[in-house]
């Protein structure tokens, strides 16, 4: 929660100037994704609003913007694809309604399922995510935010050229030459402005802008109005999930859809607060950010309203328009509903192509453009993981891209890890000393036996494990297999420098350990 007596008036202007540009550049977002999902753009709006608020209330990261999103409505095309095949008798209307009902209730599972993973803090398992990885999901996610757009410009009766891109394309350029004109005066506004003046977000001045004189221009080109009709809009109530969806075979659609959900929110929120630490500095909580996701998605289902996430685009819309504490999303998500209630026909009015301009503009600001630069300088496996990472999110899914980008870092990370060495010495009894350096763990075993000669070894022989790691029980089975050789050799081996943890998982080894003063002190894992 926030307390008001904390801000002080430069904090407040900033924040609800911050918060109403983002409500503003809400709607058509909600609106774009619920037609994605196949539903009415209520049940987006609705999402909008009760999962940034309570996000807003009690979110891991302060100014983070939550809602609706592409990536979990495109999770909802599946689900309404399996709806429609378990009811193939229902109308239109009730298939609708009834796709409806699916994902409300999807959306309460995956909430309460990234509610107890943020109960038992698991968020922080989002450090596991390496660098380059978090630069393939930034630059990915830029490029989907602005082909998202794109759609926004095609004809409004786009039916009628029947699937023919070029044809789209002639009608699109033929009928909205205006909005290209709107788009460039809109970022053209973002990008200098704040040059002059900061005291008023840019994004905010453009919307009101362009508005006016479109408006009062009487100048034909496509609004938020055209895209849905808004006039119906009221406040959210409870919605209780039709009973017959607890059946054994509506939950066997239902609950694989609701983890899919519950995972790509959670990977999308944690790294979107990862880019905001960066950026602002100040760490954020991931735990505390699963737990108000969680309880967001499962209150949004309850109240008719579709499960979403954190938003880049608007998260870094708030955040560089000045929008860095609680009430700037707390702003967004309230004035949001106020707007869409109580001032449909003003909402209606507002050129999509200043929307469209503003999320251009977030777009580039998102990209990280020196990740370009260092790319030449990045040893290959991470330059590969960066540009695997982008490909995926783009062409594929973010929950995919981020999973490939951590397989591929850890095979990466174990391959060059996969090397330990030995170095040969006697002791002042004669005895050969094989003096180890590295980590012994399941990549590093067969390096580990490639260093013994046990058949020409002398009688007496001594492993020193004090510039080495015992990672894992592969390690330690290792240790034991070479123990078992130099016992069949009849010859007398002494393990020296292995830490209690690991002298305790050993078998046969056990009884050829010393004790010294200085063993180390690590633990090993066990596959136990």
Not at 28 to 38: D, L, M, T, V
Not at 191 to 220: D, N
Not at 283 to 296: D, H, K, P, T, V
């Amino acid at each position: 929660m926030f307390n008001i007596q904390n801000y002080s008036k430069q904090n407040i202007k900033n924040d609800v100037l911050s918060g109403a540009l983002v409500a503003v550049a809400l709607v058509p977002e909600a609106i774009a994704f619920s037609f994605i999902a196949g539903v009415s753009p209520v049940v987006g709006l609705y999402g909008a609003f009760i999962i940034g608020l309570i996000t807003a209330l009690m979110g891991g990261k302060p100014g983070m913007i939550s809602g609706a999103t592409g990536s979990v409505a495109v999770v909802f095309v599946g689900l309404g694809l399996s709806v429609k095949a378990l009811y193939p008798t229902l109308d239109a209307e009730a298939l609708s309604m009834m796709i409806l009902n699916y994902i409300l209730l999807t959306s309460i599972i995956a909430g309460l399922i990234q509610l107890a993973i943020g109960l038992m803090k698991m968020g922080k398992f989002i450090r596991l995510v390496p660098q380059p990885a978090l630069f393939g999901f930034v630059n990915g996610l830029a490029i989907v935010i602005a082909l998202a757009q794109l759609t926004f410009l095609s004809p409004l009766n786009i039916a009628q050229y029947d699937g023919n891109w070029l044809d789209i394309a002639r009608a699109s350029f033929t009928e909205n030459y205006i909005m290209y004109i709107i788009i460039i005066v809109t970022m053209a506004t973002m990008q200098f402005l704040p040059k002059l003046s900061k005291a008023v977000p840019a994004g905010l001045v453009a919307i009101v802008v362009v508005t006016l004189v479109v408006y009062f221009g009487q100048i034909a080109t496509k609004t938020v109005g055209d895209l849905a009709d808004l006039s119906s809009v009221s406040m959210p109530s409870f919605v209780m999930p039709l009973a017959e969806l607890f059946s054994m075979q509506s939950m066997a659609i239902i609950l694989p859809v609701a983890l899919i959900v519950a995972l790509v929110g959670l990977i999308e929120s944690l790294l979107t607060l990862s880019v905001l630490d960066e950026m602002g500095g100040e760490r954020g909580s991931g735990n505390q950010e699963c737990i108000a996701l969680g309880l967001g998605n499962t209150t949004s289902g309850l109240f008719g309203g579709m499960a979403g996430c954190a938003m880049i685009g608007q998260s870094v819309i708030n955040f560089t328009s000045g929008g860095l504490g609680r009430l700037s999303s707390f702003t967004a998500a309230v004035l949001l509903i106020i707007l869409v209630v109580s001032f449909s026909e003003v909402i209606a009015a507002i050129p999509v192509a200043v929307l469209v301009g503003i999320m251009f503009m977030v777009s580039i600001g998102t990209f990280e453009f020196s990740s370009l630069k260092r790319i030449k300088h990045m040893p290959r496996a991470d330059a590969f993981v960066l540009v695997v990472v982008t490909i995926i999110t783009v062409l594929e899914d973010l929950a995919v891209a981020v999973i490939a980008g951590i397989i591929i870092s850890a095979l990466v990370f174990a391959w060059e890890h996969a090397k330990i060495q030995a170095r040969l010495s006697k002791d002042k009894n004669g005895r050969k000393v094989y003096e180890l350096e590295g980590p012994l763990f399941f990549g590093s075993v067969t390096s580990f036996n490639e260093q013994f000669d046990v058949e020409n070894d002398p009688a007496e022989v001594v492993i020193d494990f004090k510039n080495a790691r015992v990672m894992d029980s592969s390690g330690s089975e290792a240790i034991d297999g070479i123990t078992d050789k130099y016992k069949q050799a009849g010859k007398k081996l002494t393990l020296r420098h292995l830490s209690e943890d690991c002298k305790k998982t050993l078998h046969s080894a056990g009884p050829f350990c010393t004790y010294e003063e200085d063993d180390p002190t690590y633990k090993v894992a066990s596959n136990v």
